[in-house]
Structures are given as C-alpha cells and as structure tokens.
Antibody
Framework: QVQLVQSGAEVKKPGASVKVSCKAS????????IHWVRQAPGQRLEWMGW????????KYSQEFQDRVTITRDTSASTAYMELSSLRSEDTALYYC??????????????WGQGTLVLVSS | DIQMTQSPSSLSASVGDRVTITCRAS??????LNWYQQKPGKAPDVLIY???SLQSGVPSRFSGSGSGTDFTLTISSLQPEDFATYFC?????????FGQGTKVEIK
C-alpha cells in the first residue's frame, strides 16, 4: 500500500533552517509528483511547492520562493523540504503529499503523517 | 493567487441530516476543485476531485457539484464518522490554494 512516512518533530531557533524528509513506499517513486503543504495553528492549509520526482524539476509558491528548497533522492525514494531563515510564524505542521493527475484533474491522493516544526527562541 | 472562501466556517448537525458546504473561488477555475476531509490529528483525505468525481473508496453519500466559481459538497445522510473539518482546494493554477475549512460538529 502507498505510504509516505515523514521525519520527526523539530524544534528550531529563529533564523535557523529545518529539513524534513518524506519516504515513499508502495509505488514507483519517480512516476509521481510530491507536494509540500503546511498547516499553521488556526490557519488554512498552505501549499509550498512540488517536486516532479521523475523529471527532477521543482516549482515553488512565491510566498516561499526565497526560503524553500525541495529535493529528492530517487535511490532512497525520499523527498526533502528545507526551509531557511525560520521565524515564529513558520511554526506549523508540515505535510508531504503525493500528487496525482486523473482525467486531467490534479489532487493530493496520499499524505504523510505530518511533521511538527516549532520555532522558538 | 486564487482565493477560496468556504461557508459556513462551522455547522452543527445530527446523524442522518443532509449537509451542504459551499466554496467560492475568486476567479473562474472551471472544474478544478477538490474536497478533503480532515479529522483531528490526521492528514487530510481526498473525497472529491474535479468538482464532482468521487475518489475511489469514498462512500457515495458524499457528492460534489459546481463549476466556474461556485461549488458545493453535499453529505446526503450524515454519519458519526463524518464529523470532521472539510476543505476545498483549487488546482486550476499554482499556487494551489485552500479554503479556510468547515468544521462539522455534532448537534
């Protein structure tokens, strides 16, 4: 069965960086896109960017363009999201999600369990 | 960016009730609208994609309709396991954006 398993919770100081991993199993990793979405307390879900795993290209939300880097290691079937220059507003639950395109419509069909990133001095 | 607005933000309903949640886009998005259900402490699960297509494995009491800017998620007969928060999301153009969520609570 398809699974996305993320790395554990992180506590970081303002100004630091965090790197979250997302290990995929149960499907051919290079056939799908991996998205990153975050959910801050009391806020709506916020899309950060995606990695086209097979082609190796990425697309980022302008909101995070200057601070986020999404990479992947196809040999390990793992995607990574690194966010730099952390501030308290980045405290959130970070999800990876598999992107699927069915009938011309794109959506997130499987999600990781989420990784809590707490930014605090 | 395309803004997604859901209404209501929360509602109370009883088991067996028919529930309707609406989602409005700030510009036309054709049928590029998805609905997700999220339970506390869990990641979202997709219910509907392409405005009206039921994701495999999702009960038929869930249905979606609409196109352009106005969309609806309907639960025909609310079940105990349906008490959750529901989000709409547009996939018309990046950045993909979500509604603020509708929390369905037990009356």
């Amino acid at each position: 069965q398809v699974q996305l398993v993320q790395s554990g919770a992180e506590v970081k100081k303002p100004g630091a960086s965090v790197k979250v991993s997302c290990k995929a199993s149960g499907y051919t990793f290079t056939n799908y896109v991996i998205h990153w979405v975050r959910q801050a307390p009391g806020q709506r879900l916020e899309w950060m960017g995606w990695s086209n795993v097979g082609k190796g290209n990425t697309k980022y939300s302008q909101e995070f363009q200057d601070r986020v880097t999404i990479t992947r290691d196809t040999s390990a079937s793992t995607a990574y999201m690194e966010l730099s220059s952390l501030r308290s507003e980045d405290t959130a639950l970070y999800y990876c999600a598999r992107g699927v395109d069915y009938g011309g419509f794109s959506y997130f069909d499987y999600w990781g369990q989420g990784t809590l990133v707490l930014v605090s001095s | 960016d395309i803004q997604m607005t859901q209404s209501p933000s929360s509602l109370s309903a009883s088991v067996g009730d028919r529930v309707t949640i609406t989602c409005r886009a700030s510009q036309t998005i054709s049928s590029y609208l998805n609905w997700y259900q999220q339970k506390p402490g869990k990641a979202p699960d997709v219910l509907i994609y392409g405005a009206s297509s039921l994701q495999s494995g999702v009960p038929s009491r869930f249905s979606g309709s609409g196109s352009g800017t106005d969309f609806t998620l309907t639960i025909s007969s609310l079940q105990p396991e349906d008490f959750a928060t529901y989000f709409c999301q547009q996939s018309y153009s990046p950045p993909w954006t979500f509604g603020q969520g509708t929390k369905v609570e037990i009356k």
